[in-house]
T-cell receptor, first 113, second 115 residues
Framework: AQSVTQPDIHITVSEGASLELRCNYSYGATPYLFWYVQSPGQGLQLLLK??????LVQGIKGFEAEFKRSQSSFNLRKPSVHWSDAAEYFCAVHTSGTYKYIFGTGTRLKVLA | GAGVSQSPSNKVTEKGKDVELRCDPISGHTALYWYRQSLGQGLEFLIY????????KSGLPSDRFSAERTGGSVSTLTIQRTQQEDSAVYLCASSGGQGRGYEQYFGPGTRLTVT
């Protein structure tokens, strides 16, 4: 069965530091991949998505993610974190042929001033 | 344009009572999803509707949970005889489907507290 793993439950970084959030998926074919962000008290907002083509995708708020087929990974990165990036981040997989999405359990990001 | 809306934003109910949660998706979106998010947990898929097809109910945790979507638009999630473990945030999302990139648009959620 398809699955998504976000191995880091909590991550703390200092403002201005770089960030990488890990996401691994289990699926036979190339899935559609997403990163969503959920700020406190808010709904989920799409940061970026990968369907095909260039394996490095750019998103909103200065985020990017790289699809690595050999590692079944889709890690989210940001070169310099801002205090407003403190939130929970979810990786999701959408398998072709259905409308079903599978979400990871999320990584909660704390940013130190 | 308007996004996905959900009502109520907060609901406190006594154990054993029934509750109805409403979702109004983005106009024209054919797919509608319900998820449950418990404290410290990820998103748990509950049910999805796609056009006129039979809904996928595989995520509903018990027969106390049901959902319907009227006229291909508004959806209602009903929880009968609520239990304390039903306390969670219930999220609704809609999607335009294959031709529009598959991404989901989420509502702000309904926080359900069962006392």
């Amino acid at each position: 069965a398809q699955s998504v793993t976000q191995p880091d439950i909590h991550i703390t970084v200092s403002e201005g530091a770089s960030l990488e959030l890990r996401c691994n998926y289990s699926y036979g074919a190339t899935p559609y991949l997403f990163w969503y962000v959920q700020s406190p008290g808010q709904g989920l907002q799409l940061l970026l998505k990968y369907f095909s083509g260039d394996t490095l995708v750019q998103g909103i708020k200065g985020f990017e993610a790289e699809f690595k087929r050999s590692q079944s990974s889709f890690n989210l990165r940001k070169p310099s974190v801002h205090w407003s990036d403190a939130a929970e981040y979810f990786c999701a997989v959408h398998t072709s042929g259905t409308y079903k999405y599978i979400f990871g359990t999320g990584t909660r990001l704390k940013v130190l001033a | 344009g308007a996004g996905v809306s959900q009502s109520p934003s907060n609901k406190v109910t006594e154990k054993g009572k029934d509750v109805e949660l409403r979702c109004d998706p983005i106009s024209g979106h054919t797919a509608l999803y319900w998820y449950r998010q418990s404290l410290g947990q990820g998103l748990e898929f509950l049910i999805y509707f796609q056009g006129n097809s039979a809904p996928d109910k595989s995520g509903l945790p018990s027969d106390r949970f049901s959902a319907e979507r009227t006229g291909g638009s508004v959806s209602t999630l009903t929880i009968q005889r609520t239990q304390q473990e039903d306390s969670a945030v219930y999220l609704c999302a809609s999607s335009g489907g294959q031709g529009r990139g598959y991404e989901q648009y989420f509502g702000p959620g309904t926080r359900l507290t069962v006392t």
